[in-house]
């Protein structure tokens, strides 16, 4: 009996976990100070992943993309998409893009859950070995 429930637990766990979308507000902590810097909307359009800043939190060291260039050079953060192009492959979305706003700069990007409200997002340059990961928490 006991064997019956766990398989059947676990099945539904797994099932529930496949069935998770990142789609919703998370709340970002910066890798190197820990700190909680803003609410990022993730949301769904052509069949992609987006993900904009919606609110700047206390800890928010810039407001405005001075280090962008192009069309992103000086303005504000608030309202400014930061994910893009993201496409779900097995668990994880993958092949998008993130802005890091305080260097300007652009790095490839993929998600993935850490648990039922944690998303592992992973900057990196070509190869995902050389990047480094923020750890997002549902709003």
């Avoid at 529930?16 to 998370?26: D, E, M």
């Avoid at 930061?82 to 993958?94: A, F």
Wanted: glycine share 10%.
């Amino acid at each position: 009996m006991l064997r019956q429930f766990s398989f059947i637990f676990f099945t539904l766990l797994s099932l529930s976990l496949c069935a998770q979308t990142p789609v919703g507000i998370w709340k970002n902590l910066d890798d190197t100070d820990g700190k909680e810097k803003s609410h990022i909307e993730i949301y769904e359009e052509n069949g992609m992943l987006k993900g904009k800043v919606i609110k700047l939190l206390p800890a928010a060291t810039i407001t405005k993309c001075a280090a962008c260039k192009g069309v992103n050079k000086g303005k504000n953060l608030v309202g400014m998409d930061i994910l893009w192009g993201l496409r779900k492959k097995d668990n994880r979305w993958d092949n998008g893009q993130i802005l890091d706003p305080k260097k300007g700069k652009i790095y490839d990007c993929s998600i993935e859950f850490d648990g039922p409200d944690k998303l592992k997002v992973r900057g990196y340059l070509k190869l995902s070995i050389f990047g480094r990961t923020q750890i997002w928490y549902r709003v």
